[in-house]
């Protein structure tokens, strides 16, 4: 019986939903997976399924994940050398490798040093002149531009709106359109420096990182690849960019689809990662076979209703019917306050054992409810309190994703720009290029969400008298 492979993975039987997600032989299957309901697990039995009753050899079996901690720990758990397991960027250099290919890989700050360099030299009045010609504008008046007022946030703009152009994948065309109908002098300064960063990375042959995909998906275009199943995590997190080099390896292989993901848990948009690919999978890979696995062996029944409900309002998400084996009284807690370190101490206090994780929204938070001076940093976010002999740990709620602990104290419940939900509007140029939210707070409502269910026991929700979050007012 096929099903006798499953009863014992890394320690683990599958369960009934996770094993008809794995022996799934469509050619493109999507599965669907709660919070903690053994996503990780699943894709194992998967690959164990095709090595050894389909027979595929390892060498063909190719496995993407989003980060490098997320692929060595996929790599730890697979436990075979053959089998190829890469994040998007790494199966792009391997594929450049393969085919020959010289390139250098520019540094993180690459584009960063590069907009300092255009407003620092003169070089960027020709360039403005060439636009001039292009678009044959003529409002437009000075020749050297300047964004000296606010320099360094005018420059993290910039940076965000060209990091997103990448992301969904789009061309100069796309850019010229958009200025024949913004007329924005933003724009045209944003224009200018993407011509200068392109033309100064065909100077140098640099390849920055999404370039590297860009490259590797023409490859695919006129090489078959090797592959016949593909297995992609996280899919929830996929870019326009991604999309379009995962087509491209799959038409290329002729290799059967398998991606696995959490819509509740899509909360990247600001790296330009894009919820509906996930949504209108069916529309991008026609007959795909959809399983939902359901049962989380994280959370207890009481808090993934909680978490559900709350999740769920939003009608665009997938709806789920989320299970547990376990059972808890009153899993979330509230605790109001007027002082925060007060209740932050009343919160560990409760905890009598195991771990403990504070998440907040933002890095700064915790200076909000600890003053600096009492915080003994370690590493991985690890810290010692002032006569405390245990260790905490801080992480945002976007660091903690993937994670879990013994208890959870989330803190900056506070209905302000900087609380959660977070208030803080994007300034209006990144509205031309982000897509608009269906569903007011939509991300932030993710990310609540995320938040609930890293624990396995309790939530300690810190909660101010004054100005409480319109969310934890939603939980009541």
């Excluded at 060498?59 to 720990?73: G, M, R």
């Excluded at 890989?105 to 907009?115: F, Q, R």
């Excluded at 990448?166 to 024949?180: I, V």
Aim: some cysteine; hydrophobic content about 40%.
């Amino acid at each position: 019986m096929n099903e006798d492979i499953f009863k014992n993975i890394n320690g683990y039987p599958l369960d009934d939903e996770q094993q008809k997600a794995a022996m799934s032989n469509a050619r493109f299957n999507m599965i669907i997976a709660g919070a903690g309901s053994g996503k990780t697990l699943t894709m194992i039995g998967k690959i164990k399924y095709l090595l050894q009753v389909k027979n595929i050899n390892p060498e063909e079996i190719l496995c993407i994940s989003f980060t490098n901690e997320a692929v060595n720990s996929l790599k730890k758990k697979i436990n075979h050398d053959q089998i190829k397991v890469f994040t998007f960027h790494k199966l792009a250099i391997y594929l450049l490798e393969q085919a020959d290919i010289f390139y250098e890989l520019c540094t993180d700050s690459y584009l960063s040093e590069i907009i300092d360099l255009f407003f620092s030299q003169k070089l960027n009045s020709f360039l403005i002149k060439q636009i001039k010609k292009t678009f044959k504008i003529f409002w437009y008046q000075p020749t050297k531009i300047t964004i000296s007022k606010n320099y360094q946030e005018n420059k993290k703009i910039i940076l965000t709106f060209i990091n997103l152009y990448s992301a969904h994948n789009l061309k100069k065309e796309d850019l010229q359109k958009m200025l024949l109908n913004k007329q924005s002098s933003l724009l045209y300064i944003i224009y200018a420096i993407i011509t200068f960063y392109e033309q100064q990375k065909r100077i140098n042959h640099f390849l920055d990182f999404d370039d590297l995909i860009k490259k590797a998906l023409q490859i695919s275009k006129t090489k078959k690849l090797p592959f016949k199943e593909i297995i992609i995590d996280e899919f929830q997190d996929t870019s326009l960019l991604r999309l379009d080099f995962i087509k491209e390896i799959v038409k290329s292989s002729q290799a059967n689809l398998t991606v696995v993901g959490d819509d509740f848990q899509s909360i990247y948009k600001f790296s330009g990662c894009d919820l509906n690919i996930f949504l209108n999978f069916k529309n991008y890979f026609p007959n795909t076979k959809t399983y939902k696995i359901q049962t989380t062996y994280r959370n207890s029944n009481e808090l993934i209703k909680i978490a559900g409900d709350f999740v769920m309002k939003n009608k665009l998400q997938i709806q789920k019917e989320l299970t547990s084996l376990k059972n808890l009284k009153n899993p979330i807690q509230k605790i109001y306050y007027f002082n925060r370190y007060k209740a932050l101490l009343k919160a560990i206090k409760k905890i009598a054992t195991g771990e403990i994780l504070i998440l907040g929204r933002n890095n700064f938070d915790i200076y909000k409810f600890i003053s600096k001076e009492k915080i003994n940093w370690q590493k991985d976010g690890y810290f010692k309190l002032e006569n405390y002999p245990f260790h905490l740990r801080y992480l945002t709620i976007h660091k903690s994703k993937g994670l879990e602990s013994d208890n959870v104290i989330l803190i900056n419940l506070e209905n302000n720009i900087l609380g959660f939900p977070s208030q803080k509007q994007n300034h209006k140029i990144l509205k031309y290029i982000e897509k608009k939210e269906d569903f007011l707070f939509e991300e932030e409502r993710r990310l609540f969400y995320v938040a609930l269910t890293r624990t396995k026991n309790y939530c300690y929700l810190l909660i101010p008298y004054i100005k409480p979050s319109i969310f934890v007012k939603e939980l009541k």
